[in-house]
């Protein structure tokens, strides 16, 4: 979505450019849903991603913020990995969507995680989501995350 088309259908509080990851500038939109509220990253004047620190948001299967690793294990099938830093689990289920998890970089962060090394992580719990533009695949049936 175009930032005009953001701006005509909800309602930005702050549009800026400022220092995001590695000190390079990006431009950040607040999109308020009273109480809470959202950040989108602008890049060539459409929304390219959105980040979600609130737990006031969540999906139809009730992941978000505050959720455990185990939460997300019974309600989805997520790989794990490293990027930018944090530990993220990357929904298989809700496309476009991945899960920061809170605390250190496990031990082992760049090895293969599958369910079983996921597992010894169920304490955690997402301290982020964020949602990227799901790919359309020719001939796919696309379902809203």
């Not at 950040?28 to 929304?47: H, L």
């Not at 476009?96 to 090895?111: F, T, V």
């Not at 719990?125 to 696309?142: E, F, M, T, Y």
Request: charge should be positive; charged fraction near 25%.
């Amino acid at each position: 979505m175009s930032i005009d088309s953001l701006k005509k259908q909800c309602h930005v509080v702050i549009d800026t450019v400022l220092h995001g990851l590695q000190g390079m500038t990006e431009r950040r939109a607040t999109v308020a849903f009273p109480p809470n509220a959202v950040e989108a990253e602008i890049v060539d004047d459409r929304v390219w991603r959105i980040d979600v620190e609130s737990p006031a948001f969540r999906t139809a299967d009730s992941l978000g913020v505050g959720s455990s690793v185990a939460d997300l294990l019974r309600r989805d099938n997520p790989d794990g990995g490293t990027g930018e830093g944090p530990f993220w689990l990357i929904s298989r289920k809700h496309c476009g969507l991945s899960y920061q998890l809170s605390g250190a970089l496990p031990a082992g962060a760049n090895r293969r995680w599958d369910r079983k090394a996921l597992a010894t992580l169920a304490a955690r719990d997402v301290a982020k989501v964020i949602v990227w533009s799901c790919a359309r695949l020719p001939g796919a049936v696309q379902r809203a995350p």
